[in-house]
């Protein structure tokens, strides 16, 4: 590439690009058919009702008019193909599938940008006017390619190619390009980000003019105003701010400090009161894992308090997974389940309560989930409780609960559990079983031994959670009041919770590269080409080592840095996003729409690291640059195809 050539005429090609980019997007709003993108009709919803209504949405307030009409576009569009019930419009008395995930809460920027386009179409008809707003994400995806350019030419020299390739690259992204025309607030968030990078970057490498800082403090806000997942904006800001303001020579010990006071903080946040294996989602003050002078086996107890607040809210209190392969060996057989229980209350008049006991929470491939508990009258003395349950064949997941308290408990009530127990076959539930250890890893029960499939059953071991107060706080500003602690607690627990964080990796992977419609449409070639572009990863990993060290080492080295942090943080955070779905019915695997918004960081990287790697092969196996570009984008350009095809020849068949 003539890199003078390029100087002067860069606003020309990179129009180019951006203008690539909008009729590659254009093929995609036409291609795939309505209603074929993740919660497109919840997001669409949000949008039709700011049209009717002039005002924002109210959460959890449908207009079950429109939503029978949408249902009948639904059914209309084949949305319901291979569905077992198809739902009738004219008698809807719950949501169904595709309006199962109402989007009325979300913040509103992106409803408001999407509703323009609806309210200036002139059909009727609901598929028309979710083409028309398809439009206004294919707007957003022109602001992203732009902004990559715009935060690749704040860290590269002029001249460079990294400033046409890296743009143009994401503008070829099946998986970027079949979600920034969508309808979806990810759309917005992809888009403010990315802007906001641009200004972070900006405002690290020129320092803090009233523009620059302007500029990242209103996309912060923008983002605050458009979805959850941006509000990994505001640390970055506040560093992005520092970074702006410090002179050059004391920024390293800024880095310094931040990762020093990350280390602190992060010890700080922590205890070891929490017992290991549990799971907890109460918000309870007091640790679930507490010394009691009543626990049968060992010190150590559960303990709850029923009225505290569960987040997130549809969990059961306190859980734990059963480890994968023990699963595996379960299905089709029977498990007896038994704990010790027992309650106080400050009210001594009361000697006896009745609650729900515990479950056996079992979740097949026919994707139902079921939990066996019984009733129980508990009283101030442990009681020891137990009963069997067959499990189905087709078992994918168990995971033990502990009580959930309908309606008002008692003021004051205090549960206790100890010496869970779940033993491989037909158990007599009348007899105490005999705990081996103050472990509980296996025992005797009635003259039968048994190994126990509930890990750390007696509370005795502890693990590091954060501290209730943290916990609680984090859980109102994160996605879904998912709670740290669990998250941290499924990067722990390889046994119990490791299966969710391969099949999330292999899901994000899978879909930034292109998984289509509601991630079921895979690229044609499958496993073949996924594997191609995952030795293409692993190559640009291995290459972005040596970028740094470019041009004897003039790289920007602090903008290097943030755009690495929030690379981790964000794709961190898509990672991590669906962990918290190990114990409900369907199992969340997150998709790479939550971690777009860094595909500005993202494709640098990729490119970075191709670049460095292709210069190896130029100096030592002596092929030319130019075989190695054309190679490059012939199998960009051979992805695109195939997405395309692949996408048509779906949703024709």
């Avoid at 701010?241 to 990762?259: K, M």
Wanted: hydrophobic share 50%; net charge negative; proline share 7%.
């Amino acid at each position: 590439m003539n890199s003078d050539w390029f100087k002067k005429n860069e606003r020309i090609i990179v129009a180019g690009i951006v203008l690539y980019a909008v009729i590659h997007g254009l093929f995609y709003i036409h291609i795939v058919p309505p209603w074929q993108h993740y919660d497109e009709p919840t997001h669409f919803e949000h949008a039709w009702m700011i049209v009717d209504t002039g005002r924002l949405p109210e959460p959890e307030v449908y207009d079950w008019d429109f939503r029978a009409d949408l249902v009948r576009s639904l059914i209309e569009h084949n949305f319901y193909t291979g569905e077992l019930t198809v739902p009738d419009p004219d008698n809807l008395t719950h949501a169904p599938t595709g309006l199962r995930f109402p989007q009325l809460d979300d913040p509103p920027l992106y409803y408001l940008l999407a509703s323009i386009p609806i309210r200036l179409t002139a059909s009727p008809d609901l598929a028309d006017q979710l083409i028309a707003a398809r439009h206004a994400s294919l707007l957003l995806l022109a602001v992203t390619i732009f902004s990559i350019w715009g935060m690749v030419r704040e860290i590269t020299a002029p001249g460079s190619p990294y400033r046409i390739f890296v743009p143009l690259t994401a503008a070829m992204l099946p998986g970027l390009i079949d979600l920034m025309t969508a309808v979806n607030n990810d759309v917005g968030a992809v888009a403010v980000i990315s802007v906001f990078l641009w200004g972070c970057v900006r405002l690290i490498r020129g320092g803090p003019s009233p523009v620059n800082i302007l500029w990242v403090l209103l996309a912060v806000l923008a983002g605050v105003f458009t979805k959850s997942t941006a509000f990994l904006a505001v640390p970055l800001a506040a560093i992005a701010l520092v970074l702006g303001i410090l002179p050059g020579h004391l920024r390293r010990y800024a880095w310094i400090a931040l990762a020093a006071g990350g280390i602190v903080l992060g010890f700080s946040l922590l205890y070891t009161e929490e017992p290991a294996y549990w799971y907890r989602a109460t918000s309870q003050d007091e640790p679930v894992r507490v010394l009691s002078d009543s626990a049968p086996h060992g010190d150590y107890a559960l303990y709850l308090e029923p009225a505290a607040e569960i987040t997130p809210r549809w969990l059961r209190a306190i859980n734990q997974p059963f480890a994968r392969a023990d699963v595996d060996l379960l299905r089709g057989q029977t498990v007896t389940l038994g704990f010790w229980m027992w309650f106080e209350l400050d009210d001594p008049s009361v000697t006896e309560i009745q609650v729900t006991s515990p479950s056996l929470n079992i979740d097949g491939l026919d994707a139902e989930t079921w939990s066996v508990s019984h009733p129980l009258n508990l009283a101030r003395t442990p009681m020891f409780f137990a009963f069997t349950v067959d499990i189905p064949a087709d078992t994918v997941r168990l995971w033990v609960s502990t009580t959930r308290q309908g309606g008002s408990p008692p003021e004051g009530l205090r549960l206790y559990f100890d010496g869970f127990v779940a033993a491989e076959g037909a158990h007599a539930t009348e007899v105490v079983p005999v705990l081996s250890d103050q472990t509980a890893s296996s025992g005797d029960w009635a003259g039968t031994p048994f190994r126990n499939l509930v890990r750390n059953g007696s509370a005795e071991a502890s693990w590091p959670a954060f501290r209730p107060w943290a916990d609680n706080f984090t859980a109102r500003l994160l996605p879904d009041n998912v709670r740290l602690t669990i998250l941290l607690h499924t990067v722990m627990d390889r046994e119990g919770a490791g299966w969710y964080y391969f099949g999330a990796g292999e899901n994000l992977f899978e879909t930034f590269w292109g998984r289509f419609g509601w991630g079921h449409v895979p690229l044609p070639g499958g496993e073949f080409l996924y594997r191609v572009f995952f030795w293409l990863v692993v190559l640009a990993m291995a290459g972005v080592a040596f970028y740094p060290f470019e041009k004897g080492g003039s790289v920007p080295v602090d903008a290097l840095l943030f755009l690495g942090l929030a690379f981790v943080l964000i794709w961190f955070a898509a990672f991590a996003r669906g962990a918290i779905y190990i114990f409900v019915e369907q199992v969340f695997l997150p998709s790479a729409r939550y971690g777009l918004p860094a595909i500005g960081p993202t494709v640098f990287f990729l490119v970075a690291g191709w670049f460095s790697a292709g210069r190896y092969l130029m100096k030592y196996a002596r092929v030319s640059g130019f075989y190695l570009t054309v190679v490059y984008f012939d199998l960009l350009l051979t992805l695109d195809v195939l997405a395309l095809w692949g996408i048509g020849r779906f949703y024709s068949g």
